[in-house]
């Protein structure tokens, strides 16, 4: 099981980090990704992180603004925003799944494990 937290309105330029508590499907074993989907757009990834090499991916389009970590011990990933814009705004969607090579290579409809998504709201 995957929750993801920690979401909420943030002013643009603004920061939140989000985060992914899982449970059996943990980020030691399971590849993790950060999916976000505004109303009427198609789900993208924004980051995603493998295992059990530690490897983190960020796309172009969040790259130096999104980052990705995980704490194994704690069983949790975490994203964290800053810079953020109005474009940003959309439920954002922890996934997990075991993949056979590197995240990055993986669309979100391969991922098999997901978490209930929280909001995130960048406006003045």
């Known amino acids: 099981q995957l929750q993801a937290s920690g979401g909420g309105l943030a002013q643009p330029g603004g920061s939140l980090r989000l985060t992914c508590a899982t449970s059996g499907v943990t980020p030691d074993h399971y590849a993790t990704g950060w999916f976000r989907q505004a109303p009427g757009k198609e789900r993208e990834g924004v980051s995603c992180v493998s295992a059990p090499s530690g490897f983190t991916h960020v796309p172009d389009s969040v790259k130096g603004r999104f980052t990705v970590s995980k704490d194994n011990a704690k069983n949790t990933v975490y994203l964290q925003m800053n810079s953020l814009k109005p474009e940003d705004t959309a439920v954002y969607y922890c996934?997990?799944?075991?993949?056979?090579?590197?995240?990055?290579?993986?669309?979100?409809?391969?991922?098999?494990?997901w978490g209930q998504g929280t909001l995130v709201t960048v406006s003045s």
């Open positions: 996934a997990a799944e075991r993949l056979a090579l590197g995240c990055e290579n993986y669309h979100y409809s391969e991922y098999g494990h």
